[in-house]
């Protein structure tokens, strides 16, 4: 039996998965079962900012807060670069994947929620929430369509997996998904567009998985990409000037390839001093010249911080911020618009 870093297992009862990882009930359905491939949607509107009014015009980060136990995961907003904290949401069932479409709108992917909730650039309540009918790990916006992907790891009822792994494509990021399985990643984590509108995957399968969906396909096409370092967990994914960022779990560097149909190419490493290799990076997110890091916890900061680095030149961090953090998996930046 052999159980991922986020507690799910192939064959364990729900409740020691429950008493392992402090989860929410599991979903009805029995194990085996196929995954459903409708989803509901719940729109509440733009409302008013929440924030504080600077919020509004100025850039903004969100780092999402995995925090201890059922409904206390939160995403913390603060001005970029500045880091300044102007609000944050609340009551996510683990929070894991974060994404930002060419409004500036923010998709918060929530594990045991499943759900993905949009949300205004500064906005107070979620313009909608998508039921993803299952774990929701990490989410992308393509940029050529608007469409809406979201991981899903360990598809299946909270305690099983499904021998394929599962993404949801969301048209326009509204209605009912499509789903697209790849079977040599049935654990997924991350994803990431192109500008082309090609999604890149990670994931676990015998070992580190890494796929592209080319754009209009059905059939993910396996990348042969091996990182130097790292314990068997993958990290963040994020296109980055023509090529694949990619960080590992327990690394402290990001590692750029040039990707040619199946075959990866090591282009550049970007070191991130002082990020401990226990306690590398998750979803990072490049901006401005620069990338943000969440670090899950450390020895000297329990709850997590958020560390920037110069990009693609890493060194030194410029700056870190620890303020209202609860283990922080997720970060993401959204420019403003007005």
Same mark, same amino acid.
């Given at each position: 039996?052999?159980?991922?870093?986020?507690?799910?297992?192939?064959?364990?009862?729900?409740?020691?998965?429950?008493?392992?990882?402090?989860?929410?009930?599991?979903?009805? !359905?029995?194990?085996?079962?196929?995954?459903?491939?409708?989803?509901?949607?719940?729109?509440?509107?733009?409302?008013?900012?929440?924030?504080?009014?600077?919020?509004?015009?100025?850039?903004?980060?969100?780092?999402?807060?995995?925090?201890? !136990?059922?409904?206390?995961?939160?995403?913390?907003?603060?001005?970029?670069?500045?880091?300044?904290?102007?609000?944050?949401?609340?009551?996510?069932?683990?929070?894991?994947?974060?994404?930002?479409?060419?409004?500036?709108?923010?998709?918060?992917?929530?594990?045991? !929620?499943?759900?993905?909730?949009?949300?205004?650039?500064?906005?107070?309540?979620?313009?909608?929430?998508?039921?993803?009918?299952?774990?929701?790990?990490?989410?992308?916006?393509?940029?050529?369509?608007? %469409?809406?992907?979201?991981?899903?790891?360990?598809?299946?009822?909270?305690?099983?997996?499904?021998?394929?792994?599962?993404?949801?494509?969301?048209?326009?990021?509204?209605?009912?998904?499509?789903?697209?399985?790849?079977?040599?990643?049935?654990?997924?984590?991350?994803? #990431?567009?192109?500008?082309?509108?090609?999604?890149?995957?990670?994931?676990?399968? +015998?070992?580190?998985?890494?796929?592209?969906?080319?754009?209009?396909?059905?059939?993910?096409?396996?990348?042969?990409?091996?990182?130097?370092?790292?314990?068997?967990?993958?990290?963040?994914?994020?296109?980055?000037?023509?090529?694949?960022?990619?960080?590992?779990?327990?690394?402290?560097?990001?590692?750029?390839? +040039?990707?040619? !149909?199946?075959?990866?190419?090591?282009?550049?490493?970007?070191?991130?001093?002082?990020?401990?290799? %226990?306690?590398?990076?998750?979803?990072?997110?490049?901006?401005?010249?620069?990338?943000?890091?969440?670090?899950?916890?450390?020895? +000297?900061?329990?709850?997590?911080?958020?560390?920037?680095?110069?990009?693609?030149?890493?060194?030194?961090?410029?700056?870190?911020?620890?303020?209202?953090?609860? +283990?922080?998996?997720?970060?993401?930046?959204?420019?403003?618009? #007005?």
């Amino acid at each position: 039996m052999r159980i991922s870093r986020f507690g799910y297992a192939v064959s364990i009862s729900a409740a020691a998965l429950l008493a392992a990882c402090g989860g929410s009930q599991p979903p009805a !359905g029995a194990p085996g079962a196929m995954p459903k491939t409708s989803a509901g949607v719940t729109h509440a509107g733009r409302g008013k900012s929440w924030m504080l009014p600077e919020a509004m015009s100025q850039d903004l980060f969100y780092v999402a807060n995995t925090a201890h !136990g059922p409904g206390t995961g939160t995403v913390t907003v603060y001005t970029y670069p500045r880091g300044k904290l102007v609000g944050d949401l609340k009551g996510f069932d683990r929070p894991n994947g974060l994404c930002v479409d060419k409004a500036g709108d923010v998709y918060v992917a929530s594990f045991y !929620g499943e759900t993905v909730s949009e949300y205004a650039h500064g906005g107070a309540k979620p313009i909608k929430t998508l039921e993803v009918d299952g774990a929701a790990n990490g989410c992308a916006i393509d940029p050529t369509t608007g %469409d809406l992907a979201v991981t899903l790891n360990c598809d299946g009822p909270i305690g099983y997996c499904y021998p394929s792994g599962t993404v949801l494509i969301y048209k326009k990021a509204e209605g009912h998904p499509e789903t697209i399985a790849d079977i040599d990643s049935p654990e997924m984590f991350f994803c #990431t567009y192109d500008k082309r509108g090609n999604l890149f995957t990670d994931g676990l399968g +015998r070992g580190l998985a890494f796929a592209e969906l080319p754009k209009g396909s059905e059939t993910f096409r396996s990348i042969a990409l091996v990182l130097p370092k790292g314990n068997g967990y993958p990290g963040g994914l994020e296109w980055a000037e023509g090529n694949l960022a990619v960080s590992a779990s327990d690394g402290n560097a990001i590692y750029e390839y +040039r990707i040619d !149909g199946d075959r990866a190419t090591r282009i550049h490493r970007t070191l991130l001093n002082g990020l401990l290799n %226990d306690y590398g990076t998750n979803q990072f997110w490049i901006f401005g010249g620069s990338v943000v890091a969440p670090v899950l916890s450390t020895a +000297r900061y329990p709850d997590g911080l958020v560390e920037f680095f110069e990009f693609p030149a890493g060194g030194k961090p410029m700056k870190f911020i620890t303020k209202s953090l609860d +283990r922080p998996w997720a970060a993401a930046v959204s420019p403003a618009t #007005t």
